[in-house]
Every structure is written in structure tokens, then in C-alpha cells.
């Protein structure tokens, strides 16, 4: 699984790995630098890399790197920089941040394909299906789709619009126009292809911004297709990550303590719940 | 409280406040960039930022920044900036961990005393109270101390070795030797003095990591003195990290599900708990 | 000099100084750390700086902090952050690259405006003058202007394209459209705005790659707007960057072979040139 | 080329290459990405790569990682992750700056070796040859070394001094205090072991700052070694940043303007000199 293509169902976007460096228990064998042993075998690295992940001890994960290819539009490369979220503060304020995280920002390497010198590649991206916002979830996200006669007009439009953007900027470059401010008329809409390099932590921190359901369906594949390739070449980290980070829940200090007092006094037969890991809750929420 | 003073009780280490830019409100200021509403009032700006906290949206918490100096012998400079954990991984396996996480990299400026040029400052540590091993706590960090005989016999060889150590130290620059080279054989509780400018950020990410009880005591008391200073300065948004992320705890996967099991099938008195906490707690499992 | 108004004509873009930590002798201060002797006054601060900047040295400018609004257009947003460059490599090869450099990447905080959710700022670039495509250098950034008829021609379109392609984003959000979709016709002459905050250091690693005459204009304005705002707060260590960085020339090992030669072999008269500076060049060529 | 052994002469320090991702001409095919050509052979990757060398175009060169293990002392460590020189700022004033430079810091990971829990290694370092203070150098770096009877008193001494702090360690272990605590009084020779993960560009960074003759030797061997590591993998770029970066000159706008107006007036037999190159340099004046 080192290709995953098409991921918007139009031939054109992808995610390629193109090179790694470690594989899936090479962070015991670099956190093991401490005690000088190396590897103990897939069970016992599995094992302390758990307890790593648990202790939010990253540094290990940053010896695994990897080098991946990514052929995205435009507006979906500003949004896997950016972290965009749509916050209901309170009745009165609705606030939706734009802000590049760390997790977007700290990439050891990018480069990225430039249409501005060479022969601009005519690739533009018109989504399948036109989803309607959500009314529950600001930020979109949602399943449905709007009317049929709306999509298809808002599509036809939008073809239109690119084409004659296009058009605009053949012109503009063939009559001499600075190349720089000739494409300014471009729509968001066009393709680019960037290359990639980080360490596994890196490309983890991106998933957990990028992979819940909130953020924009054609930055979300990207997340996808790169959590399929890392799952493919690095299957124990990243499962582990999933089932205690990505997929786990923080709590407060109160719910912590509204919890812990809840587990006190309430009554239930053990036969029904998982009772060890029961009774590792309790620990944790005294801790 | 721009200075804490005397962290050790032998009156030489401190951690001083020397600078800062923005207030406690200013990452909601920074985040309503995106609305273009700038503030709006003590509560409302809370609220944003105890959302942006919940939500790890931490970008705007890096548009406030703090500049401390800090005075610590050089063990505890060492620990501040790796992070050192005694993990329990298996009955067989025992690991310490050693490894600088981001949190202790990535100070945006440090620049540190140094006494090979100058003339070397003569300050050393030496422990009030000498700590025992802890037996369930590989770290440390116990309460216990050592029969007072040992800790008299342990601090006065330890007075004489630092004391031999100054004085070769001496011998070897006034006799010409390479003052790089005259220093090998000084000893590890020699006191050093740094600068740090980072963000609100990146000072909160150190505390996750510094302030907890394993936490070697003298890194330990670095870290409780910048949590004065930052709470002095920025009460509203330290106060939110320490109820949502600090004092908080993470479940994973299987411990969510148990949980939210239990829920379901256990029975209390609702007058026992804090009730809407609880439906907090569930809706956050379930979700 | 806190704000640079109106720096593409049009009455929209801007760069404003939001807030600052440290003034111009704080690199000094912060350098002395190792010597424990602070401030010395401006002269010896400044020689102390110069010689830092020679040096490399550029740590102690990190803990100087700024922060500013830029108000720019999106095409203008995304070469802010790349480094985009044509070279002729060689007859056959001529490169364009196009790279986020560290220069970009490492700002220490950035949020963006979004026009997603809230309602999205009716502004847009329009060139006052239409650039020509300069002959000599591929990325543009030539003195001459277009035709009138063309320029009239070009202007006309691009007023048209934007307007259309705001009518399609009003309509499409207007008949439900999610908003993520419905924009991804917009054209990228949107305006957006960005708050940054970064090191001394930081911004001028910025000024560096994006001052020169071959930067895109609408690019360079913004450098040159963030350098004014940098010189009247930081005089002393811009000016210094500026004589010996930015002004200044990095020659090879060949070419410092090939003048240490000559400057050996050559004759001319003393009074013709400053001799003084000219020793101190062989000294370094030597070195 | 993958181990350089016994850096120092006493069978103990070392730096090995533990593994690698791309090779000497990746840059060339991940700049291309923006042209998407991928490589076109030897001869026009190292074109391209020298042009991005000189033209300080360097993100291409964070696309190719390598991880390494070095066996070091404690004192070398904190070298290495300094940046520490000494300058004369003025008759007045000299200046010792001890800072970690950016190249020390960004490591993109870093595990080290811990003699604290586990038993600690007993390995310490004392120099083969006791080097005498340079007086035309604070920094030392000289070549003299002291007179023999002093060389071997400071060994004698300091090989006793190791013994004791040695012994009060294990002694104050066994005795049950704590081991963070039991450790303050070891000398500063004693050896570690860190695993280093970084880009070449963060390599070649670092090397810049730590293979001058004014670093200390026992930090300048870990830097020798490493280049040599390198240079045996990326033969090219790293011959190129030699030639066009570390054994290369930056001058001054004044210098660059002495040195143009120099080679105006002056007059010189052409056969004396390599005088394409000079032209060469004429024209970068000029520019």
C-alpha cells in the first residue's frame, strides 16, 4: 500500500509514499538508547511503544520518517496547512478559527509543483456531488446533498468559471503579461502537487486534525489515503495511537472528579461491564 | 510575582520574570482574527479561550510570549530540557527513557552563562535534605529521606569533591591549560544561569511534562516557580489549562467504551453526583 | 511607524505593528547572559551587535518578539510562505522552485481571517499597472508595463471573473450550498488577512529571500512595508543586517582563491581606493 | 564509510550512521517537483543542487534525513548543542556567547543514553594530550600543550578525582538515596550515548558552526566525523556546501564596495590570474 489513487473519484488527486526511513518498532529500538538493549522482539517493542504512546512520551516516533506525494486542489492544501473549526463559544458567539497548527507547520520538507514557469498543468478539481451545509454542523461536513437541479447548475457555473479562468490566463501569458499577475484570476479550485517530509509523530499530529469527520470532505481523504499508507508500513504504532489517543476522550479535572465519585456510589452487576478495565479507570481518575 | 526567589532554601537558584508580550486575553484577541472582532469582554473572552483549550486549538496561545531567567545547577538545566521517565513496560521490562521532547526544543532563544572565559562564578548545589530512593517510584521524587548519618557522611564527601574540583579547576587555568579542557573534571551540581523567550504555549507544554510528582525535585521546583509566574501574569488561560489539561485525564478506546457501558447499565441516586456533569461525560464518550 | 497603510494603491492592503517585546539593545543584554554583565550603552551595545551579526551569531536576536496584521491578497498569502525562484540552471535547464523555506515555516504564531462562516469580506486585488513579463528575468518583477489596449483588455476580464465568481459564491451559499464547496470557484485575488508573530531573527530571515527585485511586486511590498516597521522600532540592528547581510556578497572558494591571487599580483594607487577596508578583505580571503 | 571509530584515541568515543533515507541527488529530484521531471542524470542533478547550494535555496535539502549514534562526553554534548565562542568586541570588551544555535536545536529527534536507573556506565574521558591555553585565542583550539610535569599532574588528578566521584556514586546508590541525587557530584568527563535524527541541511547547518578551527577538539572530532559519514553518502552536496559555503567568505556592502571600486583601478598581467573567475566575482559585486 504504498499508492492510494483517485481519492476525490475524478482520476486526478492521490497520496504516493515515496520513501520511509524505520519501520514499526524502530521507536523501541531508538527509545531503548537509554538501557543500550535494541530490539526484544515484536511483542515486548509493541509493548513499550503502547506505554510511550500512553505517556505522551513522542520523542521516539520523530527517528520514523517519511516522504509522501500528494496531488491536492489548492483550497485543500490551505486547509491541511491551516486548522479551521467552527466554535459555538456561547448563545451569542460563533467563532471559526483559521489557524495553521504546529502539526501543519512543523513539515521538515516541502516542495511544491509550480504552474507559473512551465506549462501551467490543466487539471482543476469539480467535486462528484455538491454536499448541502449542515444545519447542526457549521463547519459542513454533513451527508447530504443539495437538489439536483442546484448541483447541476452550480456545476455547470463552476466549469464555466475555471474554463474561462483558464482562458483568461492562456491569453494573459500569450500577450506578455508577467506570468506572476497573470494567473491571479485563477480559480481555487486547481490542482498542485506537493512532496512531503516528517517523522511518523509529525504525520500522527495531522491525522488528529485532519481525520475527524467536522473537517472539509477533500482535505479529509488526504488524511485517509496517508493513514492507509501509514497503517500499511507502520501497523502496530498506528493502531496503537488509534486506540489510546485518536480514538480515546479526554476528560476535565470536574469530570474527572464527578466520575470518580460517580463510580463510588453506583450500583451495577460486574457480569455487564468490562470490570478490569473498570477498575483501571478508577485508578487513573485517583491518580 | 516577577521573581521567585530562592527555589532550593540555599538562597542561590531563582527563576525572574524579565519580559512578556500580551495579556491573559490576548489568544482570544489573536483567534478572533479570524471574525475580525478583537475582544469582547473578560467572560466572553474565557469562554473562547476555555474552548480553544478543551478543543487543543492551541495556535493562539503562541501569540503570547514570556522571557524568564533562570538560575539551576547544571543536572537540572539537563532535565529541563530532556525528559527522563522510568516506565514499568512489563514484569521483565524496565525502561528509562531519556529524550528531549518538543516541549524542552523548541525555546524560541536561550542563551546561557558560561564560566570558562570569565571568571567562573563559585556557586554549587548541595541538597537541604537528602532524598531515599523511592521503592514504588523508579523516578524518585519520594518523600522519604536517608538516615542522617548517611546524608552528613554523603554531603560532606560531596562539599569535599565539589571543593577539590574548584580547586583543580583553578590550579589547571592558572598553570595554562586550555580553559575548555581545565573544566572536565568539575562536577555536575555546578549553578548555571539561562535566558528563555518562548510562548504561553510552549511554557504550558514544559509544565505538562516538569511539574508532575515523578519529576525530579529540583527540575520540579523550576517548573512550580514558572507556574507562579505564568499564573500571576496570565491567571485566565493557566487556570483553564490546569482544569482541562493538566489536573484532566485521557481514556483510551476500550476504557471509553467500558465506561460508557457502565453508564448505561449502573444505577445512583442522582442527588449522590453531579448529575449534569455526568450526561457531560456521556455525551463525550458516545460521541 | 506602526502602521504601513495602502501599500498596493488600492486602499485595501496594509501591515500593521500589533505589539513588540524588546527594543533595539535587548540582543546585547540578551547575549551578555554568559558574561552577566547587561546593557553597556548604546555604542558598545551596537559593536556588540555588529559583530554578532557578522558572526552568525543570530541566537540573541531571537528573543527579540514582534507581532503584525498583514492585509493581503491570497496569491500574495501563499508566496509569503514559499519561496518561489527561477534559475537558469544551466542551456537545457531552467528550474523553477517553489519551496516553503524555514524562513516561512517557523513563525512562532499566525491566525487567519476566514470568510467562510462568517460573512466573507467583499475585497479583491485589481493591479493598478499591468505588469509586463520581463525578458531577462523569467520570474517577472520587470520595471515595464503592458500595452494600454491589453492592460484595459486584462483589467476588464479580471473585474468581470471576480465579480462572477462572487455572484456564484453568494448564490451557491444563498441555495444552501456548504460553504467549504461553495467557494472553491472563488478567484485568488480574494484578500485575506493574518496576524504573525515571530523573532527579530525570524522576520528578517523573511526580509532576506523576500526584498530582492525579483520577488513578485505584490510580494515585495509586503517585505518592504514589515522592513520600515522593523527599522523605526529596531534602527540599530536592522541597519547592521542590512550592511553586512542583505548588502553584503558570499563568495566561493574559488572566487576567494582567484582574488586573494590578484590582490596580491595587482598594482594601484592607494589614494584611489580605501585601502584600509581593502586589508581588512585580504585578511578575511586569507582567514 | 558508516563508522568512525575511536574518535579521541582512548577506545571509547564514536559516531556511527545507523540508517539514512534518499541519496546524494534527492534534492535535485525533490526540487523538481515543481517542475516534474524528476532526475535527469548525475550531470544536471549536481548542476541544479550547486545552484540551490549557492542561491542559500535549502529546503530541498530537509528532504534527505540520516540518524546517527555518537558516543560522547557529557561536556562534549552540551558543546555540541551550544554554540559557544568568544569575541573581541572592542579594546574594552570581550565577550564569551554561549547560545544553542538553531542547528543544535531542530534535531528532529533525540535519545539518549541514561546511567541513572540501569548501572551506569563506567566510562569516562580524559584527554591524550593536555592542551595549553591559546593567548591568541580565547577560545582555545591552540596546538601547544603544557609542560609535561603539569599535563601529568592534571591527569593524575583528575583520573583520581573520576575514581572518587565514581565511588561516592555507587556508594551513595547502594546506600539508597536517591539515584537523581546520588549522581550530582560526577564529573563532567563522564560519556553518554545519544541517537540524532535530522535532515542533511540540519546536518550541514550544524557542521557550519562546529568544524572551525576555534572549536573546542573534542566537539570538533564529533563534527569531523560526522562529515566524513557524509561525504562518503552524499559525496556532491556535500563538496558543494564546502566549496560555496564553509570554505567561502561573506564581505560587507562596504568591503563589497572597496573591493569593486579595487578592481577598477587596478592593474595586473591577466595571465596571473584566473581571470573568468575574477570577472566572475566583478559581476556579483556589481549586482
Known amino acids: 500500500m504504498d499508492r492510494v489513487e483517485d481519492i476525490y473519484g475524478d482520476g486526478i488527486g492521490y497520496v504516493h509514499l515515496l520513501d520511509k526511513m524505520g519501520d514499526e518498532f524502530t521507536p523501541a529500538e531508538d527509545a531503548r538508547t537509554s538501557t ?3 530490539r526484544l522482539g515484536p511483542e515486548k517493542d509493541a509493548a513499550l511503544q503502547e506505554r510511550l504512546t500512553k505517556d505522551a512520551h513522542t520523542s521516539p516516533f520523530e527517528g520514523v520518517v517519511v516522504k509522501v506525494e ?15 473549526t467552527v466554535t459555538k463559544v456561547s448563545d451569542e458567539e460563533e467563532m471559526e ?5 504546529e502539526a501543519g507547520r512543523k513539515w521538515f520538507a516541502r516542495n511544491e509543483m509550480s504552474g507559473r514557469y512551465v506549462q501551467m498543468p490543466n487539471a482543476y478539481y469539480h467535486p462528484l456531488v455538491v454536499r448541502a451545509q449542515s444545519k447542526t454542523n457549521k463547519q459542513g461536513g454533513g451527508q447530504e446533498v443539495v437538489d439536483p437541479a442546484i448541483q447541476a447548475e452550480f456545476l455547470q457555473a463552476g466549469l464555466e468559471m475555471t474554463q474561462q479562468a483558464r482562458a483568461l490566463y492562456d491569453w494573459a ?18 490542482y498542485t502537487k506537493i512532496r512531503l ?26 488524511a485517509e489515503a496517508l493513514e492507509q499508507i501509514l497503517q500499511a508500513h507502520f501497523p502496530s504504532p498506528v493502531e496503537q495511537w488509534r486506540r489510546n489517543v485518536y480514538d480515546g476522550v479526554r476528560l476535565s479535572r470536574t469530570e474527572k472528579q464527578a466520575l470518580s465519585r460517580l463510580l463510588e456510589v453506583c450500583s451495577y452487576d460486574r457480569l455487564d461491564v468490562d470490570e478490569a478495565t473498570i477498575q483501571q479507570v478508577l485508578a ?4
Open 70 to 84: 500528494i496531488m491536492t486542489p489548492l483550497f485543500v492544501l490551505r486547509e491541511l496547512d491551516r486548522h479551521r
Open 284 to 287: 487513573k481518575l485517583k491518580g
Open 36 to 38: 543500550n538493549k535494541g
Open 173 to 190: 501569458v500569450e500577450q506578455g503579461i508577467e506570468k506572476g499577475l497573470a494567473r491571479i484570476y485563477n480559480t481555487q479550485n486547481q
Open 97 to 101: 478559527l483559521v489557524t495553521p497548527e
Open 197 to 222: 517530509t516528517g517523522s511518523l509523530k509529525n504525520f500522527l499530529d495531522l491525522l488528529y486534525l485532519r481525520l475527524p469527520g467536522v473537517v472539509l470532505w477533500e482535505c479529509r481523504r488526504v
